[in-house]
Protein backbone atom coordinates (compact mmCIF):
# COMPACT_ATOMS: atom_id res chain seq x y z
CA UNK A 1 0.00 0.00 0.00
CA UNK A 2 2.91 2.36 0.57
CA UNK A 3 4.09 2.03 -3.20
CA UNK A 4 0.56 3.00 -4.17
CA UNK A 5 0.48 5.89 -2.44
CA UNK A 6 3.65 6.88 -3.53
CA UNK A 7 2.60 6.99 -6.97
CA UNK A 8 -0.16 9.03 -6.33
CA UNK A 9 2.21 11.44 -4.54
CA UNK A 10 4.09 11.33 -7.68
CA UNK A 11 1.32 11.96 -9.69
CA UNK A 12 0.14 14.72 -8.13
CA UNK A 13 3.42 16.31 -8.15
CA UNK A 14 3.96 15.85 -11.86
CA UNK A 15 0.36 17.20 -12.76
CA UNK A 16 0.85 19.86 -10.58
CA UNK A 17 3.85 20.94 -13.05
CA UNK A 18 1.93 19.93 -16.19
CA UNK A 19 -0.68 22.24 -15.43
CA UNK A 20 1.80 25.61 -14.76
CA UNK A 21 3.29 24.57 -18.00
CA UNK A 22 0.08 23.95 -20.41
CA UNK A 23 -1.82 27.12 -19.21
CA UNK A 24 0.92 29.60 -19.49
CA UNK A 25 1.65 28.29 -22.89
CA UNK A 26 -1.97 28.45 -23.59
CA UNK A 27 -2.19 31.83 -22.72
CA UNK A 28 0.46 33.32 -24.24
CA UNK A 29 -0.54 31.42 -27.53
CA UNK A 30 -4.09 32.31 -27.03
CA UNK A 31 -5.07 28.26 -27.48
CA UNK A 32 -8.54 27.25 -25.66
CA UNK A 33 -7.45 23.87 -26.48
CA UNK A 34 -3.78 23.92 -24.90
CA UNK A 35 -5.64 25.95 -21.87
CA UNK A 36 -8.42 23.26 -21.44
CA UNK A 37 -5.59 20.66 -21.73
CA UNK A 38 -4.00 22.65 -18.33
CA UNK A 39 -7.62 22.58 -16.82
CA UNK A 40 -7.76 18.82 -17.65
CA UNK A 41 -4.12 18.59 -15.55
CA UNK A 42 -5.34 20.65 -13.01
CA UNK A 43 -8.05 18.02 -12.11
CA UNK A 44 -5.65 15.00 -12.16
CA UNK A 45 -4.25 17.00 -9.34
CA UNK A 46 -7.31 17.39 -7.82
CA UNK A 47 -7.76 13.54 -8.48
CA UNK A 48 -4.81 12.63 -7.29
CA UNK A 49 -5.01 13.94 -4.34
CA UNK A 50 -8.52 12.39 -3.95
CA UNK A 51 -6.81 9.07 -4.27
CA UNK A 52 -4.17 9.39 -1.96
CA UNK A 53 -7.20 10.27 0.78
CA UNK A 54 -9.51 6.90 -0.43
CA UNK A 55 -6.30 4.52 -0.36
CA UNK A 56 -5.52 6.08 3.12
CA UNK A 57 -8.25 5.65 4.44
CA UNK A 58 -8.92 2.25 2.74
CA UNK A 59 -6.18 0.66 4.60
CA UNK A 60 -7.56 1.00 7.78
CA UNK A 61 -8.21 -1.84 9.80
CA UNK A 62 -11.68 -3.49 10.50
CA UNK A 63 -13.39 -2.19 13.92
CA UNK A 64 -16.42 -2.45 15.55
CA UNK A 65 -18.89 0.47 13.71
CA UNK A 66 -17.29 -0.82 10.09
CA UNK A 67 -16.84 -4.41 10.66
CA UNK A 68 -15.68 -5.34 7.01
CA UNK A 69 -13.07 -3.17 6.75
CA UNK A 70 -12.93 0.51 5.09
CA UNK A 71 -12.04 -0.63 1.44
CA UNK A 72 -14.87 1.32 0.09
CA UNK A 73 -13.10 4.54 0.97
CA UNK A 74 -11.59 3.76 -2.02
CA UNK A 75 -14.58 3.46 -4.42
CA UNK A 76 -15.84 6.86 -2.98
CA UNK A 77 -12.36 8.34 -3.92
CA UNK A 78 -13.01 6.49 -7.39
CA UNK A 79 -16.40 7.90 -7.86
CA UNK A 80 -15.59 11.78 -6.73
CA UNK A 81 -12.15 11.10 -9.64
CA UNK A 82 -15.34 10.37 -11.95
CA UNK A 83 -17.69 13.21 -11.31
CA UNK A 84 -13.98 15.35 -11.17
CA UNK A 85 -13.43 14.11 -14.61
CA UNK A 86 -16.77 14.70 -15.81
CA UNK A 87 -17.12 18.14 -14.53
CA UNK A 88 -13.55 19.04 -15.97
CA UNK A 89 -14.71 17.91 -19.53
CA UNK A 90 -17.96 19.63 -19.38
CA UNK A 91 -16.17 22.98 -18.74
CA UNK A 92 -13.49 22.65 -21.23
CA UNK A 93 -16.57 21.62 -23.71
CA UNK A 94 -17.93 25.23 -22.80
CA UNK A 95 -15.18 27.04 -23.00
CA UNK A 96 -14.67 25.11 -26.75
CA UNK A 97 -17.97 26.08 -27.93
CA UNK A 98 -17.67 29.90 -26.70
CA UNK A 99 -14.49 29.93 -28.66
CA UNK A 100 -15.56 28.79 -31.79
CA UNK A 101 -18.86 31.16 -32.16
CA UNK A 102 -16.27 33.84 -31.23
CA UNK A 103 -13.79 32.94 -33.75
CA UNK A 104 -10.80 33.22 -31.43
CA UNK A 105 -7.77 32.58 -33.57
CA UNK A 106 -4.73 30.42 -31.70
CA UNK A 107 -0.87 31.82 -32.35
CA UNK A 108 1.44 28.98 -33.68
CA UNK A 109 3.92 29.28 -31.21
CA UNK A 110 7.02 26.54 -31.22
CA UNK A 111 6.99 26.59 -27.79
CA UNK A 112 3.40 25.96 -27.19
CA UNK A 113 3.89 22.66 -29.22
CA UNK A 114 6.85 21.76 -27.82
CA UNK A 115 4.66 22.12 -24.19
CA UNK A 116 2.08 19.72 -26.04
CA UNK A 117 4.38 17.14 -26.81
CA UNK A 118 6.22 17.16 -23.29
CA UNK A 119 3.00 16.87 -21.59
CA UNK A 120 2.07 13.96 -24.12
CA UNK A 121 5.42 11.85 -23.26
CA UNK A 122 5.12 12.72 -19.46
CA UNK A 123 1.47 11.29 -18.99
CA UNK A 124 2.33 8.52 -21.36
CA UNK A 125 5.02 7.91 -18.28
CA UNK A 126 2.69 8.49 -15.42
CA UNK A 127 -0.12 6.13 -16.80
CA UNK A 128 1.96 3.52 -17.16
CA UNK A 129 3.44 3.80 -13.55
CA UNK A 130 0.58 4.47 -11.93
CA UNK A 131 -1.61 1.31 -14.08
CA UNK A 132 1.52 -1.14 -12.84
CA UNK A 133 1.09 -0.07 -9.48
CA UNK A 134 -2.50 -0.09 -9.70
CA UNK A 135 -2.44 -3.54 -10.70
CA UNK A 136 0.44 -4.83 -8.67
CA UNK A 137 -1.48 -3.60 -5.23
CA UNK A 138 -4.91 -3.34 -6.47
CA UNK A 139 -5.66 -0.54 -6.00
CA UNK A 140 -9.14 0.36 -8.33
CA UNK A 141 -8.68 4.23 -7.70
CA UNK A 142 -5.02 4.16 -8.77
CA UNK A 143 -5.74 2.36 -11.88
CA UNK A 144 -8.86 4.70 -12.83
CA UNK A 145 -5.90 7.47 -12.24
CA UNK A 146 -3.34 5.72 -14.71
CA UNK A 147 -6.59 5.62 -17.25
CA UNK A 148 -7.36 9.15 -16.89
CA UNK A 149 -3.77 9.81 -17.52
CA UNK A 150 -3.84 8.25 -20.38
CA UNK A 151 -6.64 10.29 -21.96
CA UNK A 152 -4.08 13.19 -21.53
CA UNK A 153 -1.79 11.51 -23.08
CA UNK A 154 -4.65 11.74 -26.63
CA UNK A 155 -5.27 15.16 -25.86
CA UNK A 156 -2.26 16.31 -25.93
CA UNK A 157 -1.40 14.73 -29.57
CA UNK A 158 -4.55 16.46 -30.01
CA UNK A 159 -4.08 19.70 -29.27
CA UNK A 160 -0.40 19.65 -30.97
CA UNK A 161 -2.58 18.54 -34.07
CA UNK A 162 -4.62 21.38 -33.95
CA UNK A 163 -1.58 23.68 -33.72
CA UNK A 164 -0.05 22.17 -36.92
CA UNK A 165 -4.17 22.75 -38.93
CA UNK A 166 -4.17 26.03 -37.73
CA UNK A 167 -0.64 26.81 -39.25
CA UNK A 168 -2.15 25.15 -42.10
CA UNK A 169 -5.30 27.66 -42.35
CA UNK A 170 -7.57 26.10 -40.62
CA UNK A 171 -8.12 28.69 -37.99
CA UNK A 172 -11.32 26.95 -36.37
CA UNK A 173 -9.01 23.51 -35.84
CA UNK A 174 -8.07 24.39 -32.29
CA UNK A 175 -11.71 24.84 -30.88
CA UNK A 176 -12.69 21.69 -32.71
CA UNK A 177 -10.16 19.59 -30.79
CA UNK A 178 -10.87 21.22 -27.46
CA UNK A 179 -14.49 19.93 -28.03
CA UNK A 180 -13.26 16.41 -29.02
CA UNK A 181 -11.29 16.87 -26.01
CA UNK A 182 -13.77 17.22 -23.64
CA UNK A 183 -16.21 14.34 -25.17
CA UNK A 184 -13.35 11.46 -24.73
CA UNK A 185 -12.61 13.04 -21.27
CA UNK A 186 -16.84 12.88 -20.93
CA UNK A 187 -16.43 9.43 -21.79
CA UNK A 188 -13.33 8.52 -19.49
CA UNK A 189 -15.26 10.07 -16.64
CA UNK A 190 -18.55 7.72 -16.57
CA UNK A 191 -16.94 4.51 -16.92
CA UNK A 192 -14.97 5.61 -13.89
CA UNK A 193 -18.12 6.66 -12.46
CA UNK A 194 -19.77 3.50 -13.08
CA UNK A 195 -16.94 1.17 -12.18
CA UNK A 196 -17.16 2.89 -8.64
CA UNK A 197 -20.99 2.76 -8.52
CA UNK A 198 -20.97 -1.13 -9.11
CA UNK A 199 -18.81 -1.62 -6.17
CA UNK A 200 -20.60 0.69 -3.58
CA UNK A 201 -23.77 -1.47 -5.07
CA UNK A 202 -22.32 -4.25 -4.58
CA UNK A 203 -22.79 -5.46 -7.76
CA UNK A 204 -22.02 -9.00 -7.97
CA UNK A 205 -18.35 -9.79 -9.97
CA UNK A 206 -19.74 -12.80 -12.34
CA UNK A 207 -16.31 -14.34 -12.82
CA UNK A 208 -15.27 -14.45 -9.30
CA UNK A 209 -19.35 -16.01 -8.15
CA UNK A 210 -18.45 -18.79 -10.83
CA UNK A 211 -15.38 -19.19 -8.82
CA UNK A 212 -16.74 -19.54 -5.92
CA UNK A 213 -19.40 -22.33 -7.18
CA UNK A 214 -16.92 -24.06 -8.59
CA UNK A 215 -14.82 -24.30 -5.25
CA UNK A 216 -18.83 -25.27 -3.43
CA UNK A 217 -19.74 -27.88 -6.07
CA UNK A 218 -16.36 -29.89 -4.63
CA UNK A 219 -17.58 -29.96 -0.97
CA UNK A 220 -18.70 -33.07 0.12
CA UNK A 221 -21.81 -32.56 1.76
CA UNK A 222 -22.95 -29.56 -0.23
CA UNK A 223 -25.98 -30.75 -1.32
CA UNK A 224 -26.53 -27.85 -3.13
CA UNK A 225 -26.08 -23.95 -4.15
CA UNK A 226 -28.85 -21.39 -3.50
CA UNK A 227 -26.79 -18.24 -3.61
CA UNK A 228 -23.78 -16.64 -4.20
CA UNK A 229 -23.20 -12.66 -3.08
CA UNK A 230 -20.03 -10.42 -3.88
CA UNK A 231 -18.91 -7.17 -2.77
CA UNK A 232 -15.30 -5.24 -2.37
CA UNK A 233 -13.14 -3.85 -4.83
CA UNK A 234 -10.57 -5.57 -6.93
CA UNK A 235 -7.85 -5.99 -3.90
CA UNK A 236 -10.53 -7.00 -1.07
CA UNK A 237 -13.58 -8.97 -2.12
CA UNK A 238 -16.01 -10.13 0.42
CA UNK A 239 -18.19 -13.29 -0.54
CA UNK A 240 -21.68 -14.68 0.88
CA UNK A 241 -22.80 -18.25 0.45
CA UNK A 242 -25.79 -19.98 1.25
CA UNK A 243 -25.55 -24.01 0.05
CA UNK A 244 -27.67 -26.69 1.83
CA UNK A 245 -27.11 -30.04 3.51
CA UNK A 246 -28.91 -33.19 4.04
CA UNK A 247 -31.49 -32.58 7.43
CA UNK A 248 -29.81 -35.10 9.34
CA UNK A 249 -26.21 -33.52 9.13
CA UNK A 250 -25.05 -32.73 12.79
CA UNK A 251 -23.58 -29.33 13.57
CA UNK A 252 -20.01 -30.19 14.30
CA UNK A 253 -20.32 -31.69 10.62
CA UNK A 254 -21.87 -28.46 9.17
CA UNK A 255 -19.14 -26.33 11.02
CA UNK A 256 -16.44 -28.50 9.39
CA UNK A 257 -17.99 -27.99 6.06
CA UNK A 258 -18.03 -23.93 7.10
CA UNK A 259 -14.40 -23.80 7.29
CA UNK A 260 -13.51 -26.00 4.43
CA UNK A 261 -15.82 -23.56 2.47
CA UNK A 262 -14.14 -20.50 3.80
CA UNK A 263 -10.42 -22.26 3.86
CA UNK A 264 -10.52 -23.32 0.10
CA UNK A 265 -12.04 -19.97 -1.15
CA UNK A 266 -9.70 -17.77 0.36
CA UNK A 267 -7.13 -20.52 -0.54
CA UNK A 268 -8.02 -20.23 -4.39
CA UNK A 269 -9.16 -16.68 -4.65
CA UNK A 270 -6.64 -14.14 -2.76
CA UNK A 271 -8.16 -11.30 -2.95
CA UNK A 272 -11.06 -13.07 -0.46
CA UNK A 273 -10.38 -11.54 2.80
CA UNK A 274 -14.05 -12.69 4.14
CA UNK A 275 -16.62 -15.17 3.65
CA UNK A 276 -19.98 -15.86 4.84
CA UNK A 277 -21.84 -19.13 5.00
CA UNK A 278 -25.65 -19.19 5.55
CA UNK A 279 -26.56 -23.26 5.54
CA UNK A 280 -29.90 -24.46 4.75
CA UNK A 281 -31.29 -27.80 5.39
CA UNK A 282 -33.26 -29.99 3.34
CA UNK A 283 -36.92 -29.72 4.34
CA UNK A 284 -38.14 -33.48 5.07
CA UNK A 285 -40.41 -35.12 2.68
CA UNK A 286 -41.19 -38.32 3.91
CA UNK A 287 -42.06 -38.94 7.70
CA UNK A 288 -41.98 -42.40 9.64
CA UNK A 289 -44.14 -42.33 12.73
CA UNK A 290 -43.39 -45.13 14.96
CA UNK A 291 -47.21 -46.72 16.05
CA UNK A 292 -48.41 -49.71 18.14
CA UNK A 293 -50.82 -52.70 16.68
CA UNK A 294 -53.49 -50.47 17.50
CA UNK A 295 -52.42 -47.24 15.41
CA UNK A 296 -51.51 -45.04 17.99
CA UNK A 297 -48.22 -42.92 18.34
CA UNK A 298 -45.69 -44.72 20.96
CA UNK A 299 -42.84 -42.96 20.43
CA UNK A 300 -40.34 -45.59 20.41
CA UNK A 301 -37.86 -46.79 17.37
CA UNK A 302 -38.64 -50.41 18.02
CA UNK A 303 -42.22 -50.26 17.54
CA UNK A 304 -44.22 -52.75 15.56
CA UNK A 305 -44.60 -51.02 12.72
CA UNK A 306 -44.72 -47.24 11.25
CA UNK A 307 -47.01 -44.66 9.47
CA UNK A 308 -44.87 -43.86 5.73
CA UNK A 309 -45.89 -39.95 4.95
CA UNK A 310 -45.24 -38.33 2.83
CA UNK A 311 -45.70 -34.64 3.20
CA UNK A 312 -46.14 -33.24 -0.05
CA UNK A 313 -48.63 -35.29 -1.28
CA UNK A 314 -50.27 -35.87 2.04
CA UNK A 315 -50.03 -39.80 0.92
CA UNK A 316 -49.79 -42.20 4.00
CA UNK A 317 -49.31 -45.97 4.13
CA UNK A 318 -48.62 -48.40 7.31
CA UNK A 319 -45.89 -50.64 6.99
CA UNK A 320 -44.46 -53.01 9.62
CA UNK A 321 -40.90 -52.66 11.56
CA UNK A 322 -39.28 -56.01 10.86
CA UNK A 323 -36.63 -55.49 13.21
CA UNK A 324 -38.58 -54.37 16.05
CA UNK A 325 -37.61 -57.20 17.74
CA UNK A 326 -33.80 -57.78 16.77
CA UNK A 327 -31.70 -58.20 19.73
CA UNK A 328 -28.22 -56.38 17.89
CA UNK A 329 -27.81 -53.60 15.86
CA UNK A 330 -31.32 -52.59 16.44
CA UNK A 331 -30.47 -48.76 15.57
CA UNK A 332 -28.61 -49.89 12.49
CA UNK A 333 -31.34 -52.30 10.72
CA UNK A 334 -34.44 -49.92 11.72
CA UNK A 335 -32.61 -46.98 9.81
CA UNK A 336 -31.55 -49.02 6.70
CA UNK A 337 -35.12 -50.38 6.66
CA UNK A 338 -36.41 -46.62 6.80
CA UNK A 339 -33.98 -45.20 4.08
CA UNK A 340 -35.65 -47.74 1.93
CA UNK A 341 -38.87 -45.87 2.11
CA UNK A 342 -36.88 -42.39 1.40
CA UNK A 343 -37.79 -41.64 4.65
CA UNK A 344 -35.67 -38.27 5.74
CA UNK A 345 -37.19 -37.69 9.35
CA UNK A 346 -39.06 -40.04 12.14
CA UNK A 347 -41.07 -38.96 15.29
CA UNK A 348 -39.89 -39.95 18.51
CA UNK A 349 -40.07 -39.31 22.16
CA UNK A 350 -36.26 -40.31 22.81
CA UNK A 351 -33.65 -42.14 21.27
CA UNK A 352 -29.89 -43.35 21.89
CA UNK A 353 -27.19 -41.85 20.70
CA UNK A 354 -26.20 -45.04 18.83
CA UNK A 355 -29.62 -45.12 17.02
CA UNK A 356 -29.25 -41.28 16.54
CA UNK A 357 -25.97 -41.64 14.31
CA UNK A 358 -27.46 -44.46 12.58
CA UNK A 359 -30.14 -42.26 11.36
CA UNK A 360 -28.12 -38.96 11.16
CA UNK A 361 -25.82 -41.00 8.44
CA UNK A 362 -28.43 -41.85 6.13
CA UNK A 363 -29.90 -38.60 6.15
CA UNK A 364 -32.62 -39.03 8.46
CA UNK A 365 -34.02 -36.43 10.97
CA UNK A 366 -35.12 -37.15 14.40
CA UNK A 367 -38.09 -34.81 15.61
CA UNK A 368 -38.67 -35.36 19.36
CA UNK A 369 -42.45 -34.71 19.43
CA UNK A 370 -43.83 -35.03 23.05
CA UNK A 371 -44.59 -38.53 24.34
CA UNK A 372 -47.94 -37.69 25.61
CA UNK A 373 -49.60 -37.66 22.05
CA UNK A 374 -51.45 -40.89 20.18
CA UNK A 375 -53.36 -39.74 17.78
CA UNK A 376 -51.32 -39.15 13.92
CA UNK A 377 -52.85 -36.02 13.65
CA UNK A 378 -51.57 -34.50 16.66
CA UNK A 379 -48.42 -36.10 15.45
CA UNK A 380 -48.50 -34.63 12.24
CA UNK A 381 -49.49 -30.83 13.62
CA UNK A 382 -46.69 -30.86 16.27
CA UNK A 383 -43.96 -31.64 13.37
CA UNK A 384 -45.04 -28.95 10.85
Known amino acids: ?9 VSAIANVILTVFKVVAGIFANSTALIADGIHSLVDVLGS ?20 GHFKAESLAEMAVGLVIILSSLLILHESVLSLVNGSVPNFESYAVAVALFSAIANELLARYKIRVGVKTRSTSLIAEGKHSRVDVLSSMAVVVGFILVYLGYWWADSVVAIAISVVILQIGGSVLKNSIDVLMDRVDEELALKVKSVLEKIDGVKSVDFIGTRGTMKSKIVEVHFTVDIGMDAETIDVIQKEISEEIKERIPEVVNVVCVVNITKPKVLAIPIDLNGHYTGELDSPSFVIVDLESGERKVVENPHHRAEKKKGYLISEFLEKYSVNMVAVKKVGEGARAHLRSRGILVKVVNSGLRNIEDVLRAVS
Not at 54 to 67: N, Q, Y
Open 1 to 9: MDEALRAGK
Open 49 to 68: ILVWLGIKVAERPADASHPY
